[in-house]
DNA sequence: TTTATACGCAAGCGGCGACTTGCCTGTCAA
DNA sequence: TTGACAGGCAAGTCGCCGCTTGCGTATAAA
């Protein structure tokens, strides 16, 4: 099922965070959450982002690599393709 | 803001109906119901389902046309483009 | 061996979303 | 005009999800 996909989708901290990693990729929890902070203006802790990535691993969006008390998180936005190959994109009629 | 869009995206019987509107285009709401019990097995009720199309209306992905007392809903997926343009897709390195 | 760092686990809470229920409006045929 | 048909509106229920809270584990520095 892709439902774990759009799930992951479903979250604006998440696409945030899809969109840092595509920025910059291969960061820690910490450094993320440094991140949003800085740069996004988010206010979640830690904890919140741990569970955010550990959805976006479901969805397949997210691998992560162990080194040491270090976990990589490198984004793979190869599953989004099966959204545009559910549904072909027309080319497009300006709206009304 | 693009949240409407994967708002919309995140619930699997609006995935269904979209690739209903997909493969046959312009139905009714009452179309759209019998075909998504008939075909997948789905019992949503009729207002369950209006529901789910207003918000897919809302994320730009179903345009509706009034004639009479029919109301008949288009598919646009164009604002799937969106997706794609946010997170390029890269060439696929197969899982380990 | 202590201490700090980077992260994990699990229970609990609150709010949002999907669905139902009941009734109402508008259109067309008989 | 009456009735059936296609759809709309709004309140209420309930389960899931995002987040917090508290504690636990493993790695590395002092």
Redesign the interface.
């Known amino acids: 099922m892709d439902?774990d996909l759009?799930?992951a989708?479903?979250d604006?901290t998440r696409?945030t965070i899809?969109?840092e990693l595509?920025e910059r990729d291969g960061q820690t929890l910490f450094e993320i959450c440094g991140r949003l902070t800085m740069k996004h203006g988010l206010t979640s802790s830690r904890q919140a982002i741990s569970q955010h990535l550990a959805v976006l691993e479901e969805a397949g969006l997210v691998h992560t690599r162990r080194e040491g008390r270090y976990k990589f998180h490198h984004?793979d936005?190869?599953p989004?393709?099966a959204?545009?190959e559910?549904?072909?994109?027309?080319a497009?009629e300006a709206d009304s």
């Open positions: 439902a759009f799930k989708l479903g604006a696409r899809l969109d595509v984004v936005t190869s989004l393709r959204i545009v559910r549904w072909p994109i027309d497009e």
